[in-house]
């Protein structure tokens, strides 16, 4: 089984969890930016922040045969800082990068006037660098959330099937459907969507354009929950290419409109020792 | 691209990881599809025709960029050290290319070292670099720029870091002259060799590679490349 897991926080994981994932059949994922736990004060954070997504977790990720992309933004949460909020004039020299494939994760977190500015311009930044977004919606007011989220969307220059709408529920769903979007799910331990309520939302909508993801992050999260959910899929009755169709190809379709997607991993020329993650004695 | 007079200047450069810049070239030109090889021609072009730094990017910068994803990943090097080349980049132009580059534009900037800059003035980089446990940039900063310009202390360190790290030694050049006679290295690969037995973990063959070309009485310093097959006997 092939997994590409589209939404994961592999900064705040472990190798030992890169090695669960490949033992899975994770072969491919994306990282988004996103809010680090501990609030960031200056724009030099996410710089140093930004480059570890291009640099450091490829690297790790391609030690354990995973391929890396990242998605790059200024998050809802930090967007309401104005000592964060110039990092959008650093944007731009970002996402000509050749592994960022979308711009992410944008949306509401609070639903402000500085959230409003933040994700209007970066939809236009997705527009302008032709990549396409990911877009988390609020955990708190979700539903008013994502009508507020789809009508910026619409009010934007990308096109709706360029955007992934993501941290989608039963009650979400078909709003989010009927727009045109990509359907994200995250799966959790305790919150968000679990696997058999996942299973059931595929019964009901189809496996067209919908992606799950474990958003796996320095909280209490699984980044095995899309192997979870897969064999829960099976489990019900869904076939191997549902499964395959849900876990692989849609992330692939979706990142894909970047025309950055490079699946081919290069593992680095490590001889002996495993590798420098080990550390040797340093 | 005939009006790229500068392209052999990398000959005196001639390690077997460092192709002169003809030649990465003339291989770009036969690997690379029609549409990729007319992307790079063009911004070729582009860089030699307007090179510096202009405003918050350049477009050579730009090109530099989406390297990999025009000409393949496998190719991106290459093509990344050719750019450099054609828009002239100096040390101040190189260090902002690195600094505000991918691990993989690193890594250009760093095989770019040897062919463009012909002082010390770019060995922040290499620093930068070896300081990093990326392997990818640990090996490539150990090229000949290194070889060249790298102080004592901070080279040892580097081939020590190679044997933590799994870098194969083969990667740094001119490794037979530098390590010709250098009892100082001698003693630190002794002393990693003993920490390793006394953990009861494998001394990397490398390790006793190094060693022997350490000797006074070693085979005699010859350029580098010379080294590849030799010193294996331990």
């Known amino acids: 089984m092939r997994i590409f897991d589209p939404h994961i926080h592999m900064t705040s994981r472990t190798t030992d969890d890169y090695e669960a994932m490949h033992t899975a059949g994770v ?17 030099a954070s996410f710089l140093d922040y930004f480059d570890s997504l291009l640099g450091w977790e490829p690297f790790r990720a391609a030690q354990y045969g995973i391929a890396h992309h990242c998605a790059l933004a200024l998050n809802p949460k930090e ?5 964060c909020v110039p990092v959008l004039d650093e944007l731009p020299r970002y996402l000509v990068k050749d592994q960022v494939v979308a711009v992410g994760e944008i949306g509401y977190d609070s639903m402000t006037p500085a959230e409003d500015t933040a994700l209007a311009a970066q939809l236009q930044l997705a527009a302008d660098h032709e990549l396409p977004a990911l877009v988390h919606t609020p955990h708190r007011d979700k539903q008013a959330g ?12 990308l096109s709706p099937d360029r955007v992934l709408v993501d941290h989608l529920n039963e009650n979400t769903v078909k709003e989010a459907k009927d727009s045109g979007c990509w359907l994200g799910f995250s799966v959790y331990p305790d919150t968000k969507m679990d696997e058999e309520r996942m299973v059931a939302v595929l019964a009901e ?6 992606l799950v993801n474990s958003a796996a992050d320095w909280g209490r999260s699984d980044p095995l929950k899309t192997r979870r959910v897969a064999d829960a899929l099976l489990a019900a009755g869904f076939t191997e290419d549902d499964v395959d169709q849900v876990l692989w190809r849609n992330p692939v379709a979706f990142y894909g409109l970047s025309g950055r997607l490079s699946l081919a991993v290069t593992t680095p020329d490590v001889t002996h020792e495993g590798n420098s993650i080990l550390r040797g004695g340093e | 691209m005939n009006h790229h007079p500068h392209a052999s200047h990398g000959s005196t450069a001639n390690h077997p990881a460092e192709p002169t810049l003809a030649a990465l070239h003339a291989r770009l030109n036969t690997s690379l599809a029609p549409p990729a090889r007319a992307w790079l021609d063009q911004a070729l072009d582009e860089a030699a025709d307007h090179p510096g730094t202009h405003g918050p990017i350049s477009v050579w910068e730009l090109r530099i960029a989406e390297a990999a994803r025009r000409c393949g ?3 991106a090097d290459a093509a990344r050290v050719l750019l450099l080349h054609a828009a002239h980049a100096d040390p101040d132009a ?8 991918t691990a993989a534009e690193r890594r250009a900037v760093l095989h770019a070292l040897p062919h463009l ?12 670099a070896l300081r990093t446990n990326d392997t990818r940039l640990v090996a490539a900063a150990l090229g000949p720029y290194a070889a060249r310009h790298l102080d004592a202390h901070t080279w040892r360190h580097a081939v020590l870091k190679c044997l933590f790290t799994g870098v194969p030694v083969d990667v740094v050049a001119d490794l037979a002259p530098r390590a010709h006679a250098d009892a100082e290295l001698a003693r630190m690969l002794g002393d990693y060799a003993r920490e390793r037995t006394a953990a009861d ?13 350490t000797e006074p009485t070693a085979a005699p310093a010859g350029p580098c490349g010379t080294d590849r097959t030799s010193g294996k006997e331990s």
């Open chain 2, 94 to 101: 190189l260090a902002r290319v690195y600094r505000q580059g």
């Open chain 2, 73 to 75: 990943p496998e190719h």
């Open chain 2, 201 to 213: 973990r494998p001394v990397p063959e490398d390790l006793h590679r190094v060693l022997a070309l």
């Open chain 1, 205 to 210: 909508y189809g496996p067209e354009r919908v």
């Open chain 1, 146 to 157: 994502l009508r507020r989220t789809l009508d910026v969307v619409r009010e934007s220059a």
């Open chain 1, 79 to 83: 967007a309401n800082d104005p000592r």
């Open chain 2, 117 to 128: 800059v012909p002082g010390p003035d770019a060995l922040p980089l290499v620093e930068d």
């Open chain 1, 27 to 43: 072969r491919a994922l994306v990282e988004p930016s996103f809010w680090l736990g501990q609030p960031r004060t200056s724009v």
